[in-house]
């Protein structure tokens, strides 16, 4: 868990300070590919708190999530079709999701942590 968290602070340290910019005509496109990285996150986060993490179904999730979710936003751009709406509310239903799993999770170890102290 501490190399997840470092990580993720390494990364956006680095997000922060690279000057990368991108065309705002691809920020549809981005933004829920964006979404769809964070519910695999979430989901990871979730998968090692169970003691369940697979490094392979997390990498393959985190990137074929992004590039479905992408594509569904495109295909939808080019039908005239919102269909990046159907990646919104999967994707965002998901995240919440897992963010209440995590911490029910995190909630219910604390818990029994302190049964234990109490019953010694």
């Given at each position: 868990?501490?190399?997840a968290?470092?990580?993720?602070?390494i990364?956006?340290i680095?997000?922060f300070?690279l000057?990368?910019?991108?065309?705002?005509?691809?920020?549809?496109y981005?933004?829920?590919?964006?979404?769809?990285?964070?519910d695999?996150?979430?989901g990871?986060?979730?998968?090692?708190?169970?003691?369940?993490?697979d490094?392979n179904?997390?990498?393959?999730?985190?990137?074929?999530?992004a590039?479905l979710a992408a594509?569904?936003?495109?295909?939808?751009?080019?039908?005239?079709?919102p269909?990046?709406?159907?990646?919104i509310?999967?994707?965002?239903g998901?995240?919440?999701?897992?963010f209440a799993?995590?911490r029910?999770l995190?909630?219910?170890?604390k818990r029994t942590?302190k049964?234990e102290?109490?019953?010694n």
């Amino acid at each position: 868990m501490f190399f997840a968290l470092m990580g993720i602070l390494i990364g956006a340290i680095i997000g922060f300070l690279l000057p990368f910019t991108y065309n705002t005509t691809y920020s549809l496109y981005i933004s829920v590919a964006i979404l769809a990285c964070l519910d695999s996150v979430f989901g990871g986060i979730k998968a090692n708190l169970e003691k369940n993490f697979d490094i392979n179904i997390f990498i393959s999730g985190f990137f074929g999530n992004a590039i479905l979710a992408a594509f569904l936003a495109y295909i939808g751009d080019r039908l005239g079709v919102p269909l990046y709406y159907a990646a919104i509310f999967t994707f965002g239903g998901r995240l919440f999701e897992n963010f209440a799993a995590i911490r029910r999770l995190l909630l219910f170890k604390k818990r029994t942590k302190k049964d234990e102290l109490d019953l010694n």
